[in-house]
């Protein structure tokens, strides 16, 4: 059988890696029924002797196909074709990719490099599919009727202990609300614990995402500015304040952390307005030199401050969950208004997340990205003062997944710009467009954590170039 089924057999000559291949192979024998279910496979040693490649290769293939649930391990047996094969009757025909086309105008902005997104290269989707595969296969009933309205207990119970350690932020599972994300966590305490009439206190410039949500709801909306500690505590004018959304890990989208001084400021603040504090711990995890500053609420006590965070930039965008971490007098009216607007969360990535969290793979992830976005953050700069210093001036920074960049191109919007930098492949957004009330500044916030190491100064000399054919010089 398998000598008719590896004809012509693999071609090391190929770009595609001999694991691959063999990937391929099996799986293709596996759809058409050349491999049936239950079939036993040869002993790794035994297969890369025959097909004269190394064993570690046979291994790595082995391990993708059973991460797929294509292949099963039986204790003491060998390697089995699984009796339960993924369904591909709802598989769409895969697309090459040059041949993909977006088909209206969201597609086409989704379709532009972002900022700030993580190094996507480094997210280990192997262990991501074992885990996705494991959960599935050993669901239990309860866990397909999780109704919980706060989410997944377990899952809780993975933030509760690794904010503690990592956050210095007090406060047991019970006191935790998964969400879909922070803005749909600012929703949620706005509706269920504002009293109306009170405003939502936004820092200016900040990110316009958080406007956008603010701004659907009835409250009135205020701003205060930021100075180089990050948000100044609003004076209030004919209008009480009920929420302040601040980002103290790292200020966004200008980049600074907010000193103990002022963090004492804003909890003594918050206390003479009778009102709440949001903390946006953007960015928290992401810091390249020495330990970051303990949580707002660690230092409040969970009193007065609610904690959000989400795991769209440690994990991925399109995950989709975050959380919110509640005083303890606030989890029962926010758990009341979220029962009756949106009943519970999804429970699927809930619980890959959990298995996620506690077999330390996420621990590990983020030490992982700290010295790959640090080495990046590293080329990076070096790659901006060889060829955009014309056009740009480039904040330090030893924080994040974005560099602010100011422009010294007066004749030319920072939103020209960004489209300019997305058509040589590098994510960056217009600094202008973060400013509300305050005078803005010109100039772009620069993602680099997501450009590999050898594309970086190839994408900046790029960006260069096309800027050089813009302005003449």
């Known amino acids: ?67 797929e649930g294509y292949l099963e391990t039986r204790q003491g047996a060998g390697t089995y074709v699984s009796a339960d094969l993924p369904d591909t009757s709802l598989t769409m025909t895969a697309v090459p990719d040059g041949e993909r086309t977006p088909h209206s105008a969201r597609e086409k902005k989704a379709a532009r490099p972002l900022s700030g997104m993580p190094a996507l290269d ?60 922070l803005q749909q966590g600012v929703r949620l305490v706005m509706e269920s614990l504002v009293e109306e009439g009170r405003a939502i206190v936004l820092e200016d410039p900040g990110y316009p995402g958080m406007t956008s949500a603010a701004k659907t709801l009835s409250n009135p909306v205020v701003y205060t500015r930021v100075d ?32 103990l001084k002022r963090r004492l400021e804003i909890l003594d603040w918050a ?37 959000g ?25 926010l758990l009341k208004h979220r029962a009756a607007v949106d009943s519970f969360p999804s429970i699927s990535n809930q619980l890959m997340l959990t298995r996620f969290i506690e077999e330390g793979h996420f621990a590990r992830h983020i030490r992982r990205l700290r010295g790959v976005h640090k080495t990046r953050l590293g080329l990076f700069m070096e790659a901006a003062e060889r060829w955009l210093s014309p056009y740009f ?18 004749h030319m919007r920072d939103i020209e710009l960004s489209l300019i930098a997305g058509r040589a492949g590098v994510g960056a957004s217009p600094l202008s467009e973060t400013y509300r009330e305050q ?9 680099f954590a997501n450009l590999q190491e050898r594309e970086i100064n190839n994408r900046l000399k790029e960006l260069a170039t096309l800027l050089s054919q813009q302005t003449g010089f």
Not at 274 to 302: K, M, T
Not at 315 to 333: C, K
Not at 393 to 410: E, I, M, P
Not at 439 to 447: E, R, S, V, Y
């Open 393 to 410: 001036t480039f904040q330090q920074s030893d924080t994040g997944l974005h560099v602010v960049a100011t422009s010294k191109l007066n």
């Open 122 to 181: 480094q997210f280990p989707t192997d262990i991501w599919a074992r885990i996705a595969g494991s959960v599935w296969r050993h669901a239990r009933e309860a866990e397909l009727l999780y109704n919980d309205p706060a989410g997944y207990l377990p899952l809780r119970r993975a933030i509760s202990t690794y904010l503690e350690a990592a956050r210095g932020v007090t406060a047991g599972p019970d006191q935790i609300v998964i969400t879909s994300g």
């Open 228 to 259: 180089s500690d990050g948000a100044v505590p609003p004076k209030m004018a004919g209008v009480p304040a009920g929420l302040l959304i601040t980002s103290p890990s790292r200020q966004y989208p200008l980049g600074q952390t907010m000193p």
């Open 271 to 307: 206390q003479r307005e009778n009102c709440f504090v949001l903390e946006d711990d953007y960015d928290s995890e992401f810091r390249y030199a020495g330990r970051p500053i303990n949580s707002l609420q660690g230092i409040d006590g969970g009193e007065r401050v609610i904690y």
């Open 1 to 67: 059988m398998f000598e008719t089924l590896f004809a012509p057999g693999l071609d090391g000559s190929s770009e595609t890696p001999l694991n691959e291949q063999l990937q391929t192979m099996l799986r293709h024998a596996i759809l058409n029924g050349s491999l049936p279910a239950g079939h036993r496979l040869p002993a790794s040693r035994a297969l890369a002797d025959r097909l004269a490649i190394s064993r570690n290769t046979v291994l790595a293939a082995y391990e993708h196909l059973i991460a």
């Open 439 to 447: 005078a803005p500044q010109h100039g772009l916030l620069f993602g």
């Open 309 to 333: 965070g989400s795991f769209s930039k440690s994990l991925f965008l399109a995950l989709r969950l975050g959380y919110l971490v509640l005083p303890e007098r606030f989890v029962e009216p």
